[in-house]
Antibody, heavy 115, light 107 residues
Framework: EVHLVESGGGLVQPGGSLRLSCSIS????????MAWIRQAPGQGLEWLSV???????YYGDSVTGRFTVSRDDSDNTLFLQMNSLRPEDTAIYYC???????????WGQGTTVTV | DIQMTQSPSTLSASVGDRVTITCRAS??????LAWYQQKPGKAPKLLMY???HLESGVSSRFSGSGYGTEFTLTIYNLQPDDSATYYC?????????FGQGTKVEIK
């Protein structure tokens, strides 16, 4: 069974940085398309980034240049480095597996970021 | 960016009803559309991908159709457990975007 477990959320000041982690079991992070999606309080869903198995990355307009997705193949972990955080980045952040290319078929439980 | 617009924003229906949610794209997304169900406090769940392909384990009471710019999600024989917010999402080029959601309430 596949499990995605996010961590690293918390309270941060505007302009600060945070690194989210997604610990993955039951599938290989290096062999799958993986993404980050967020949901602001009481709001809808916003796709943020995708990481391809071969390493290509794509980002949503609101986070381009501020957020970076990466992975550690040995630890089977996905990361989201978030810099220059703004109050509007306050949200639940979900780690998701992507069906190529690209509905989201497996979701973590989310981690909350408050700016 | 492609904008996705869902209607209605909220609907209320009775157990056993058939309900339809519409999702319109600001430009063609071909058939690259997915639907999700989200219950309060939970992560979204994939219902349908590529417009009409039912995700494994999802009830056959859910059906998707459409192409290009107009899509529908139909729920047949509405059940109390279907009370949730439903989102459409396109994946025809970046950025992938979601509709604003449709909240389904059971009368």
């Amino acid at each position: 069974e596949v499990h995605l477990v996010e961590s690293g959320g918390g309270l941060v000041q505007p302009g600060g940085s945070l690194r989210l982690s997604c610990s993955i079991s039951g599938l290989s992070v290096s062999s799958n398309y993986m993404a980050w999606i967020r949901q602001a309080p009481g709001q809808g869903l916003e796709w943020l980034s995708v990481l391809y198995p071969e390493g290509s990355t794509y980002y949503g307009d609101s986070v381009t240049g501020r957020f970076t997705v990466s992975r550690d193949d040995s630890d089977n972990t996905l990361f989201l480095q978030m810099n220059s955080l703004r109050p509007e980045d306050t949200a639940i952040y979900y780690c998701v597996k992507v069906i190529p290319l690209g509905a989201f078929d497996i979701w973590g439980q989310g981690t909350t970021v408050t700016v | 960016d492609i904008q996705m617009t869902q209607s209605p924003s909220t609907l209320s229906a009775s157990v056993g009803d058939r309900v339809t949610i519409t999702c319109r794209a600001s430009q063609s997304v071909l058939g690259w559309l997915a639907w999700y169900q989200q219950k309060p406090g939970k992560a979204p769940k994939l219902l349908m991908y590529k417009t009409s392909h039912l995700e494994s384990g999802v009830s056959s009471r859910f059906s998707g159709s459409g192409y290009g710019t107009e899509f529908t999600l139909t729920i047949y024989n509405l059940q109390p457990d279907d009370s949730a917010t439903y989102y459409c999402q396109h994946y025809n080029g970046y950025p992938w975007t979601f509709g604003q959601g449709t909240k389904v309430e059971i009368k």
